[in-house]
């Protein structure tokens, strides 16, 4: 995932996008909004499963190996 720029939000107003979606779409890390392809979960660090466990609301990650998170991760 590549960190985004103040030039991205600005692309994105000459585009005719609202400010407010600008600014979230410059400021996610979510690679579908920002039209870019999803590494693979085994590429993830396992801080990045761990965020997106939470974001998926997956009970006992804080307990999961990064195996396992990928596992329910791909279940969910």
Do not use: C, F
């Amino acid at each position: 995932m590549h960190a985004t720029t103040k030039s991205d939000y600005h692309g994105l107003l000459k585009e005719g996008y609202s400010k407010g979606k600008s600014a979230e779409v410059s400021n996610t890390r979510d690679p579908d909004l920002k039209g870019e392809k999803t590494k693979p979960y085994e590429e993830w660090t396992k801080e990045e499963l761990y965020q997106e466990a939470i974001k998926a609301g997956i009970p006992g990650r804080s307990y999961m190996s990064k195996k396992n998170l990928i596992h329910s991760l791909k279940k969910n």
